[in-house]
């Protein structure tokens, strides 16, 4: 989810992917639904493997869950990393709608925190173009 709503953000001006340390290998269907509910398709979204990309120039690595904090590398370009820890809806046992609760929950905190920092990467695109 965090990696559709970044890259609406920043549209073409950043290349963004998305990898776990311990992928589903798929893309939860409550995820699908809270997304779509924003005009943001994930139904050919994929679940991936972080060392996909350990052959990949990746400048900024943001993590969302402790385990991969704890076991995510270091890859090749890196300049920057973050850890913004976020409950992962997945985890969820009940209903299908408090399944479902818990992924718009999920997605509104993501939606605040990736939507500032896409704002803040282009803001300083425009800073360093001037």
């Known amino acids: ?11 073409d001006a950043f290349e963004v992917v998305s990898a776990g340390c311990l992928p589903s290998g798929y893309v939860h269907e409550g995820a699908i639904e809270a997304m779509a509910e924003k005009g943001l398709d994930l139904r050919e979204a994929k679940s991936q493997h972080m060392d996909e990309y350990l052959d990949r120039e990746i400048e900024i690595v943001i993590t969302v869950c402790n385990r991969a904090d704890e076991v995510c590398p270091v890859y090749p370009g890196q300049v920057k990393r973050y850890h913004w820890p976020f409950k992962d809806p997945a985890l969820v046992v009940g209903t299908e709608e408090m399944v479902r609760t818990a992924f718009r929950r999920t997605r509104r905190e993501l939606e605040a925190v990736f939507s500032a920092y896409g704002r803040g990467l282009l803001d300083g695109l425009q800073l360093g173009g001037e």
């Open 1 to 11: 989810m965090g990696e559709a709503i970044l890259q609406a953000v920043v549209g």
